[in-house]
């Protein structure tokens, strides 16, 4: 059988081969650096490092020009009806890579110039909403380009790499539709659905072509990827949110499915650090095994360097708060082995390491589950455990992904200030008090900064505001054609309240609305108006 299953994975594999699309390693990259934090993200998969210089493009604090990792990319793997293996993964662009810009069709196929024309992040802020909001007159010419070309659905305006004109008939980018018409039009209103003070938006899939990264069978996934970050001058400045929509677009049902976030955590230098796991956040830690942090340099933190985490803040299968599955398994590698703990180079491999074994399929040298967990210390201190430059993985619980079905990853990472933890000295309450912060954050988002971003000028008028029950707005107009008003949270979601228009005033029943800050969006069949209001 298993001579059979091999025969047959070649065949398939050959199959892929010849029919899959041909096409170049994008060099798109987009920075999120509206915080402490500047950090480099890739459309294959890839990110926090330059492919272009091979340098680490994580940089903490933004400015120092001393990095807080220095790689890190997506896997995933998965088991199909046949027995057969299906694994897409990769470390750096060097060595291989899995996964290509752009969606698949409903077969789970792509083309090459898919591939090339949707090989670009975009990135929207805080500021050009703001802008948009505010303009009185919505046209092709005074609409900021991001919001005008944003690749939603049906935007006949969209834009991809280098330009070139995007036809986009499935869902896509997110967005605020103020007509409710299901299709996306700046000049009619729509804006970018924001979370975050600054977000990054981009979607890749892993059967592009051959897979060099792990030379393994593609599972025909299509990701739907966004970056966001704070920056509002409190702990929130010190972490990257990422979301991660995944769409089987095979006609697979992956068994023991796993997704991993592979990352090659250099703190500052490489060659001194130590990693440890917390189950509670799930949560990977990078921390340093002796102070100062490598010799001096750029790249050295000294006697300063901060602590990292990687938290999986929800899984398939999560039910926040009251069922939240742990982990499926943290593991790690050490550049430089040909044994044991040697890097992954083929799809079996890498299935081993996301499954808590040596690439070689070998026991790993710590107990249970995962390596080196804080609850019993900082087991790498207190054994003396060799300090190299060693990569981790950390991966989600098995998952039975269904073909034709969506799943959901979301992750955070974060940085603690450079404030010397090191073995003698490690603490790692700082770094665990700001994943609670973040999973607070993830789950209940921050509010928009101020109220400014949703005041456009027009001639709205409302009142009580702050309200309790009734909130009166005003629009000048008796009723016309086409006209909408809705209300909108502060994560950009319709929120369903009784609506009655009399004459030229709406009058809204929000007394079943939780207390904060809502933006109301008016429609009057040509153009949108927009403010904000407070339900105390």
Known sequence: ???????????????????????????????????????????????????????????????????????????????????LLHVSAQLYRGVGVDYFPGPLDASGATTSTTITNWGKIWKVNYA?????????????????????????????????????????????????????????????????????????WWVFNDNGTQHTGSKGLPLKVEYHAMAYAYARGTAADRMLFYEFKMFNKSTEKYNGFRYALFSDADLGNSSDDYIAFDSTHRMAIEYNAVIP????????????????????IEMPGDNYPAAMLPAGSFNYFERGFSGPLADPIVDTQFNNVMHTKGSLGNAMPFEGLYAYPITKGAVMCDSSFPYRDQRY???????AFQ?????????????????????????????????????????????????????AKNKLSLYPNPAQTILYI????????????????????????????????????????????YSVLYYDGEQTSATSFVKN
């Open 293 to 312: 942090d490598g010799p001096n340099g750029k790249n050295s933190y000294g006697s300063h360097p901060p602590l990292t985490g990687l938290s999986f």
């Open 393 to 399: 993985v950390i991966t989600s619980n098995d998952y």
């Open 128 to 200: 050009d909403i703001k802008t948009f909001l505010a303009l009185t007159s919505k046209t092709t010419t005074t609409i900021p380009k991001v919001i005008l070309e944003w690749p939603a659905k049906g935007n006949i305006y969209a834009k991809g790499n280098a330009g070139v004109a995007l036809t986009i008939s499935s869902d896509m980018a997110p967005f605020i539709d103020t007509d409710g018409d299901g299709i996306y039009d700046a000049t009619k209103g729509d804006y970018p659905k924001m979370k975050g003070d600054q977000m990054l």
């Open 403 to 455: 073909p034709g079905t969506t799943a959901k990853i979301a992750m955070a990472f974060l940085v603690t200030d450079t404030n010397g933890n090191a073995c003698g000295a490690i603490n790692f309450k700082e770094l665990t008090d700001l994943a609670d912060t973040a999973w607070k954050i993830y789950y209940n988002p921050l509010p928009l900064k101020t109220t400014e971003l949703l005041i």
């Open 474 to 517: 005003s629009t000048g107009k008796n009723t016309t054609a086409n006209e909408s008003l809705r209300v909108i949270d502060a994560l950009g979601k319709i929120i369903q309240v009784p609506i009655v228009k009399n004459a030229d005033k709406f009058e809204v029943n929000i007394n079943n609305l939780a207390a904060g800050v």
């Open 1 to 83: 059988m298993k001579k059979y299953s091999l025969f047959l994975k070649l065949i398939l594999l050959c199959t892929l081969l010849g029919n899959s699309a041909q096409a170049q390693i994008s060099s798109a990259m987009e920075f999120l650096d509206i915080n402490q934090i500047k950090a480099g993200h890739m459309v294959h998969g890839d990110m926090w490092n330059n492919p272009a210089t091979s340098q680490p493009s994580m940089e903490y604090p933004k400015g120092s020009e001393k990095h807080a990792s220095y790689a890190a990319a997506i896997w995933m793997s998965g088991v199909d009806n046949t027995g």
